[in-house]
């Protein structure tokens, strides 16, 4: 028996076991029945070993170059190294199918054993949903469109992965990130329809899912910086979004995914906002569905498009039913999700998290709107039209200062709403050093209202979250005697929800400062050099010694070796353009120095074919571009911080302090 | 919830499968947008083997085949049998071959033109202004030149032969008339 | 006036200074500036699309056929042609595909009133949400009470932003 039966054999086993799993797990949650919740839950870790199975069974196809396997063939080839072999399981459809069905399962295991038995009716519901979907995947990879174990007439060699995929080893990080984000979020969405067709639950399946929805957030975010920073490293244009449709398509979904992290508070805090929550957890899941339709069906041109197939009209098929079914269930119970009160002050936390959630709404539709549009002019009226970075940029730029704006004086509003002495208290070092930004700003010259309006909410938002930590610290101080590191420390472990979101507030800022920083101040400059000749750009002299050809064991490369001086700097670059044999158009390869304060980007344009004499190198002097992937990384963090579960303690303090009766400010 | 709005969500969530149901039917590579049905533009480049320049003023009562190629294009390479025998059949008729050389250097595309056997006019489109003017989206594309100097179709890459002797075929039968 | 009217005043003097020097330092940086050509090219080829690429702009692909359609453009803006003469030329060839915006005078204008319109409509839900009374909170017990009217009283002390101790 071969890797690949193993594979084919055990999903098609599991097809039948997660069905009759999703069966067990409705009869159970209608019945109260305890047998067909322990049959649910064995048919979940029973489907979770068989796709286990199946993926070993794919990787053992690739490492042992089966090209009688479709996929192998196409995605293989025997000089590909090792590193490449194992993380093409992923490289194409098929896989990616797979990959996707194996975190869906592990999520049922998951929601089976753990969430039962904190929630155990709503969460056998929520579990009967889950195996639906699951079904619904084993189903796919069990058709031809998505078979991964497709047999053919084993060529001698494979054709390998795709030149663009194993340029870099981040095609090792950014699918899977992605995938486990949006998967990771069909367990709020299966919570939220448990709730609603049970017709109970009423706000604590919010609780039970809070963790997943914050980790699926955080990894959906942190995958598409890591896609960022793979476009930019390996598609070698030099920026690191380009609103195309894929990147689109992995946004939206985060986007109404943050709107949802913060208006969960508001329903945990105040009982309101339940039909925002609960559309929003829709949109979500529907989003993700979304995207990979149109990442993987073919009807939208873009980067992703390496393959297309017959599985769109079923992911569309199945998006429907989603769509369908949820908002058909959400407007069936809605009478009886009626709050019983408004929100009340416009100046409170709560007034400020339903703007927020607007903001989030309209800049998700407006690029939903924006990718599809080109699509809808095409069916309506045949016109072939495009939109693109003006477009997008012109419009979410002064919603994301929006949500900038709100990020800031969100967190500093009380519950309820806030006295006119509490505003001034809280908001008066934050403008001040709101000011000091747009000044230093203007002072470094950074060009554009927008680049200077960006400074100055990045340097207020960033004060509050410096008051808070302060003010806790402080409070800490006082309430239990304990110094600054310590009460620090303390802050992170009790309050981690609130501290961490507050480090994932200061990622964010980081992010925006980079990016107003990156799109003002880039400097571009072009030109022919023939070995000797140099270029200035920016501050930069770029000297071509040579161009020469490179070879390694799976590709041939041409290399353009430059040498950087100026501005303190004495390095060697060595942009190519890389020849793959199964390919015909060659790759470019940039050459890049990071650094704090810029990235030098030099990337080989065109050369002479004939002698080699001359070659156009293109030169990027792109400002503070490092700190994107820093600010990613600190919003990891923080997402880490207030995910870890807190130390259970009382609430009575326990060192009892003097505590002076009045403090003057 | 107000209820329009319940209304109009639901339209518009209806709408978006719809749209996304029809965009099925087209191929995302497919562009249609170019310049056929317009009159060609008309040009004056360099030929290739040194001989002079070479003058297109289209609309003047003869078929123009026009080819865009390089030598560093694999599929090029592919059409060109195809190319040639065609060439050969309607050597000395109403009907003119035209190669037009597409980002590359004339040395690599007089090789070229020698290796393969090329042997009608071929001309260096050195600024990309011609394939500009023409619409070229990639290499190869052919387009049908009508005697009425309007560009009367296109084929983007490699051409196979009973689409270049049906476009042909099709311009003769419409000077015929 | 006493120590804390003053503190008060300078409170509020600070954020009104703030907020002017963000308005002027924005106001500042917008101001008109006359367009060098290159900024011209730059900003023409910004809004062109590269017809190799897969959604880049000519400005932004390093593509053969980009760099040349720079080169165009250049010439073109030397020549004196303004911007919309340039456009219609790549449009003669290319159609409205290669514009990176939709037209301007079609249908196809409306998209840029989407984000507007959905602000709109959830600017009026949101109001609509804030218009109705907040919910009352249950009344608490007498005991209760003192306990909290003693704990909102050294949290005032301590100067804390929210009702939340860390």
New interface residues.
Partial sequence: MSWADLGSAALRAALPVAIWGCGAAAYAAAKRDGRGLASARWSSLLALVLVSLAVVGMEGSLLTHDFSVQYVAQNNARETPTFFTVISLWAALEGSILLWTLVLTGATAYVAWRGTRELPRLATAALAVLLAMLAFFLLLVTTPAADPFVRIDPPFDGNGPNPLLQNHPLMALHPPLLYLGYVLFSVPFAYAIASLVLGEGGDRWLVATRRFALVSWALLGVGIVAGSWWSYAVL????YW????VENAAIMPWLTATAYLHSVMVEEK???LR?WNLSLVITTFALTILGT?LTR???????H?FTQSAI??LL?GY??AI?VLS?GLL?WR?PRLA????????LSRE?IF??Q???F???T??VL??T??P?????VSG?????????FDR?EVP?ALALLFLMGIGP?L???GASR?TL?????AP??A??CG??L??VLG????F???TY?LAAFVAATVV??FA??V???G??HGEGPAEALAN?LR??GR?YGGYIVHLGIVVIAVAVATSQAGTV?V?KTLAPGDTVAAGPYLVRLVALRDAAEPQRDLLVADLAISGNGADTRLSPALVFYPNS?QAV?SPGIAAGPRDDLYT?L??Y???AKAWA?I?VLVIPLVSWLWVGGLIVGLGAVVAALPQPRRGIATRRAVE??????? | MPRWLRLVIVAGIAALVVVLALSFRRDPRDLRTGTVGKPAAAFALQRLDGSGELKLEPGGSKIVVLNFFASWCIPCKQENPTLVRVYERYRGSDVEFIGVLYQDSPDAGLKYVRDNGVTWPTVNDDQGRVAFSYGVFGIPETYFIGPDGVIAGRHIGPIDETTLVNGIEALRAKVRK | MTARENAVLRARAMIVIGLVAIVVAVAWSARPHAETPAERVDRITSGLRCVVCQGLSVKDSPAESARQMRDLVVQRVAEGRSDREIVDEFRASYGDWVVLEPPLLSWSALVWLVPVAALLVGGAVAWRGMRTPPPQPPEAPPADVAALRERVAREEALDLPSTETP
């Fill in positions: 070698g244009w030099g920026g380009a609103w195309d449709p105040r009982r309101l039909t339709f069906s073919g009807v939208v041109n873009s980067v498009a769109g009209p569309l998006l429907v769509v908002v407007l809605m709050e019983s009160g408004g929100v009340g002050a416009p007034a339903l703007f959630n607007v903001v709404v309209a800049a539709l407006t709107l924006g599809l549009y699509l809808i002019a095409e069916a016109a072939q039209l495009s939109i693109g970075r003006p477009y419009v919603l500093q009380p519950w309820h002495a001034e208290r809280q908001f008066t403008v001040v709101g000011a747009a000044v700003a203007v950074i060009g554009g209202a680049a200077v309006l100055a008051q808070e003010r806790g402080h409070a800490r006082v309430l802050l009790r309050s609130r571009q072009e015909t470019g990337i344009a065109a002479d074919n004939r156009t293109r505590v002076p009766v009045a403090v003057e400010t």
